[in-house]
């Protein structure tokens, strides 16, 4: 009795180890942790697992909570469940108390239990991963992180799901993360130095570093910006430094990290969008474009203001983009074959593949027709094949395959807009198609008829019949 009140009510442990920091109120418990820890002497083996045990009362311990799943102490706080009482005192202490008093020599790490601390100290700072996966190179610390990296990467284990859309996770606490930031739409996380309301802690510590604090992971080469010290380094090795890791199985694509090969493999290959659109059909397989879009197109949010113009948009990127090109006049991406300029890395390699080096990778399954584009074979396909047309006229009964096709319709029937003028001339034209024809066949020229005496090109190609009349007759 008397040991039992020093060791639970009033925390006396006269009994510790000569061998490390361990202290208990019982001398059998002090002779158990020693034959268990220090001399390794475990002769209870689980028939259904690698577990052994020093106590046969743990052995029955492990076999009813992990093999059984049998708990019976919850807590009454909230929904854990635990097989023993100690367990059950160790979560409320640390989840629901704070408490966490083994504490890090190396780092502001705090530990609840001795355990969790020397699992933080051998995979943090001794880096050690002994256990590794049978099904790829994934090493871990211990036999439970490797459990939930087979059950999440290998075997697609999402147990818990939303109620109110698809959403699925291996951990309920991010199907509750989910559920308070996308439906309740609950901003927890507030700033104390701005408005800034965030849903997720990581949110509010992202916008303090990038905001106020100024630390905001800016790339030394170009105007990248990365949430973490993590996503400037994978930014770095793979956009500058080239160094692809990650290839895909099932075509020539490579990606810097795996996220990217799976969202690749997912939407390209597997044809997996994820994330619905609450208000319309809309489909993708990024979160973050979901959001944009029902913030741009349904709920009309444009968050980020133009100082300069009227010009108002829901995404940072795009204000950004804006003002480099409409106010600054920025294009730091220039083709090195021709003059062109742009803003987007993506469109330079776009107008080369597409204008110097002619690739068109994409073909119809149906006839010999192929295009720079994915979504130019879909357009041949719907229009060529399929006879869709989608686009009606609001002033007629047309109806056209493209939406630039209506557009041209309505400029040029009901609006009798004629944007192209005949610098010779007084011809107007609707497309420029038109303009080119009455120029070859009214005033004799080509496109590509360029004076061979003087060094000034004409800027319309009617020009140049009368550039040599007036300035090359008169000199000879």
């Known amino acids: 009795m008397e040991e039992h009140i020093n060791g639970v009510h009033l925390g006396i442990k006269n009994h510790k180890c000569s061998h490390c ?100 100290t051998e995979a943090k700072h001794l880096e050690l991963r ?45 199907v509750l993360k989910h559920l308070n930031s996308v439906h309740l739409n609950i901003k927890s996380f507030k700033c104390n130095y701005c408005d800034y309301q965030g849903s997720k802690k990581g949110f509010l510590a992202k916008h303090l570093r990038t905001v106020h604090l100024n630390q905001d992971n800016k790339c030394g ?49 597997l044809g997996l969008k994820r994330y619905k659109c609450t208000h319309c059909d809309y489909k993708t397989n990024h979160k973050n474009v979901v959001i944009k879009h029902e913030n741009n197109v349904h709920l009309n949010i444009k968050s980020f203001i133009c100082n300069d113009c009227d010009y108002q948009t829901s995404s940072r990127q795009n204000l950004t983009m804006h003002i480099k090109l409409k106010h600054l006049g920025i294009k730091e991406h220039k083709c090195s074959q021709c003059d062109f300029q742009t803003h987007r890395r993506s469109s330079l390699k776009t107008h080369i593949d597409i204008k110097h080096l002619r690739i068109k990778n994409h073909k119809c399954n ?7 584009t ?41 609006l009798l807009i004629k944007d192209y003028k005949c610098n010779y001339c007084d011809y107007q034209g609707s497309t420029k198609s038109l303009l080119t024809k009455h120029v070859q066949s009214i005033h004799h020229l080509n496109q590509d008829d360029k004076c061979s005496q003087y060094d000034d090109k004409a800027t319309e190609e009617c020009f140049i019949e009368s550039h040599l009349k007036t300035e090359h007759s008169s000199r000879n």
């Open 221 to 269: 080469q170009c105007d990248y910006q990365a949430g973490n010290k993590q996503e400037l380094k994978v930014h770095t090795d793979s956009i500058h430094l080239g160094l692809i890791r990650y290839k895909c199985t099932h075509c020539d694509y490579q990606a810097g990290n795996k996220q990217k090969l799976k969202v690749h493999t997912d939407c390209i290959h």
């Open 366 to 372: 149906h006839c010999d027709y192929a295009a720079y």
């Open 374 to 414: 994915k979504s130019g074979v879909m357009q041949h396909l719907n229009s060529v094949h399929l006879n869709l047309k989608n686009f009606k006229c609001n002033y007629c009964d047309y109806q056209g395959s493209r939406k630039y096709v209506l557009t041209k319709h309505v400029k040029t029937v009901h």
């Open 21 to 120: 920091d361990f202290q208990t109120a019982k001398k059998s418990y002090l002779k158990h942790h020693i034959k268990s820890t220090h001399l390794g002497q475990r002769n209870h083996k689980c028939s259904h697992c690698d577990y052994v045990a020093y106590a046969k009362t743990s052995l029955t311990n492990h076999i009813n909570s992990v093999h059984l799943g049998i708990k019976n102490y919850e807590c009454s706080q909230c929904d854990y469940k635990a097989a023993t009482k100690r367990r059950l005192k160790r979560h409320t202490e640390s989840v629901h108390l704070g408490v966490r008093n083994h504490k890090c020599g190396q780092c502001d790490y705090q530990a609840a239990t001795k355990q969790t601390l020397k699992l933080h």
């Open 130 to 174: 002994n256990y590794k996966c049978n099904q790829c190179d994934h090493r871990a610390s211990t036999k439970q992180t490797l459990k939930m990296h087979t059950e999440i990467k290998h075997l697609g284990i999402k147990n818990h799901k939303c109620n109110y859309c698809d959403y699925a996770s291996y951990y309920k606490r991010r």
